[in-house]
């Protein structure tokens, strides 16, 4: 029997997303103004405690149209988590402003408030003040935002929130995508929810989110001809998108559980093995489990991740290794970096393994199958 492929995180529809399609063709609202973005937008902040959102192209315009409305530019200072991907980071460099790397905790993986307070200090030794640090939700578990937030203020820093992987997570009941000045989401193919590509700014300052819509539509001046007076971005989300994300977002929640208790799959069926772990919820934490991640050791399992990977590969079972650090890539080789090698540990060391919430029963079946025997699980 011919086995299809199963991916690591595909999109996911359901029928709205189609109908909600046919009503934007319908209407003719299909470019960059629309009632599905007004509604979109609408919903999105309403979902993350926000105040008011920018729906864009990307996550990526979403993180660029926060450095911009920070009034970030050349030779400025930015703090980035390293344990991430290159979309946190890469609008810091259109900007030509510095990036320093801060390294990860274990218990959450996200920006260690250590490795931060030891960069702020010596930042400050040096007269530099950092205009932002780009805090990441890795694979949907929150960082530590509490501490994080306090440093932030204490050293007057704003903090751009990377929720890419996080819609649908929360810390002590507060959404991500609620913390900090500016928020980012992703709606790429790979996420939670997906408008095919597109991204979101949020905030709770009406300035901030007018400013990023002026800023993605052209920078173009209120006035009944084209005038500008800066440079601009053709960055917003169609209607036709908004449309798609407006209905996903519907089904955001029952996403959340079907991803957690895929969660759930892995950690039953491996929670027992020698030399698997599993990163846990601290208390308070909820994660919407974007992508399931395990660590493995090989001394005490006996199979590296590379071994793994490829077994899973024989039988068409995608699966990935975590993100490599920004500090250990060779774009940013001269950057600066703070922290203790925690986040290359966990590249090393480290498993994404199928996650999307329409994996099946028989799906399943087939990757207990296949870890079963590499494991020798009885
Ligand atoms: C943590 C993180 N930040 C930023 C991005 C960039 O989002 P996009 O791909 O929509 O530009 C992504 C994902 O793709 C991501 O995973």
Redesign the pocket.
Known sequence: MKRNRIFLSPPHLGKEEAKNVSVAFSSNWISTTGPFIDQFEKNIAKYCHRKTACAVQ????A?HLAIKTLGISEGDTVLCQSF??I??CNPVIYEKANLIFIDSETETWNMCPNSLRDALEDCRKRKITPKAIIV?H?YGMPAKMDEILSIATEFKVAVIE?A??ALGSKLNNKPCGSFGRLSIL???GNKIITTS?G?ALLSNSLNDINQANFLSTQAKENKPFYEHKKIGYNYKLSNILASIGDAQLKILNDRVIKRRKNYMFYYELLKNTRGITFLNEPKGYYSNRWLTCMLIDKKACGISVDQLISEFEEDKIETRRLWKPMHMQPIFKNNSFYGSGVSDLLFQNGICLPSGSSIDEYDKKRIKRKLTKIFSIK
Do not use: M, R
């Open positions: 990307s996550g990526t315009a993180i991430t991907f979309g946190s990441v890795l990377d890419a992987e992703s709606f790429n590509g991204g």
